[in-house]
């Protein structure tokens, strides 16, 4: 779940000049399970967005903030999806999300600190309700974090490896791999209890198998490992989300894990392909 404000990576958001990123704003769901998967992200306009300090409306859609809970209300049209559904279907849904742990500290992706990354719930308990869902619903782990900048992250980075995971003893363990358009790095991992956080040093990048679009990506691994790629969520001529087993001193791990190609991303045939993905309605 992705609520966007100036999509970066809108097509029509890239074609207007990025002056206005109030009329590029959408709300990206992706359901994944055993009975298929599921994909909507409608971009709409300014009229379609309500916010505040502790709510976010676009559309029929919403986040707010109850009590100590987050809290997400979804009403979108998902995309037909090859062999599971032919046309398009509404669903309807809520996620609540009771955070273990807190956080409130900024991390700069770049040196400028154009670009920046936010865990704002690095661990929590959630819960999914849907009218689509099997047994109406799941209960897990869950994650918040935000990310904003002023500037297009094709202009300043050639890609990211992220991940983020949770160890047996209650642990939240994020780690963020950014290349820089100028071919530095900016490379660090982060360790979440109930009542600090500090940084760890990592192991050095191993890659992961490519998908079909050829995205791969690589994960913090320790040398006498080695990462094994469990499932594949997303594949995309830019971005691949997948299910990653890892080992970070000597502790292997199964980390949720995003890959982004800003370089792919930046190319022109990419952005016509991703309308259909993505339709606007404003």
Same mark, same amino acid.
């Given at each position: 779940m992705i609520a966007f404000v100036g999509s970066v990576f809108s097509p029509y958001y890239h074609w207007s000049g990025r002056k206005d990123p109030q009329n590029h704003v959408a709300f990206n769901v992706a359901l994944y399970g055993p009975q298929g998967h599921a994909w909507a992200m409608t971009e709409r306009g300014t009229r379609h967005l309500?916010?505040?300090?502790?709510? @976010?409306?676009?559309?029929?859609?919403?986040?707010?903030?109850?009590?100590?809970?987050?809290?997400?209300?979804?009403?979108?049209?998902? @995309?037909? #999806?090859?062999?599971?559904? #032919? #046309?398009?279907?509404?669903?309807?849904?809520?996620?609540?999300?009771?955070?273990?742990?807190?956080?409130?500290?900024?991390?700069? @992706?770049?040196?400028a600190g154009r670009h920046l990354w936010q865990p704002v719930m690095p661990k929590g308990r959630v819960t999914v309700f849907g009218d689509a869902l099997p047994d109406g619903g799941w209960s897990g782990q869950g994650y918040h974090d935000m990310n904003y900048g002023s500037r297009p992250l094709e202009d300043d980075f050639a890609g990211w490896d992220w991940a983020r995971g949770a160890t047996d003893d209650g642990r939240a363990i994020l780690l963020y791999d950014a290349m820089l358009a100028s071919g530095s790095g900016r490379r660090f991992g982060l360790v979440y209890t109930h009542d600090e956080v500090r940084e760890i040093e990592l192991p050095p990048r191993q890659a992961l198998r490519p998908g079909f679009w050829r995205?791969?990506?690589?994960?913090?691994?320790?040398?006498?490992?080695?990462?094994?790629?469990?499932?594949?969520?997303?594949?995309?001529?830019?971005?691949?989300?997948? @299910?990653v087993q890892t080992e970070i001193d000597g502790e292997r791990l199964v980390m949720m894990h995003e890959t982004l190609d800003c370089r792919r991303l930046a190319n022109p045939l990419v952005k016509f392909m991703l309308p259909f993905r993505m339709p606007r309605r404003a």
């Open positions: 309500r916010r505040g300090r502790r709510r @976010l409306e676009i559309g029929s859609s919403s986040m707010r903030i109850d009590g100590a809970e987050l809290v997400i209300a979804f009403d979108e049209v998902f @995309l037909p #999806w090859p062999g599971q559904r #032919w #046309w398009p279907k509404r669903m309807r849904g809520e996620i609540r999300l009771a955070a273990d742990v807190h956080a409130d500290q900024a991390y700069p @992706l770049d040196p995205v791969g990506g690589g994960i913090a691994c320790d040398q006498i490992a080695d990462p094994v790629l469990q499932s594949t969520y997303e594949d995309t001529p830019f971005y691949r989300r997948s @299910l």
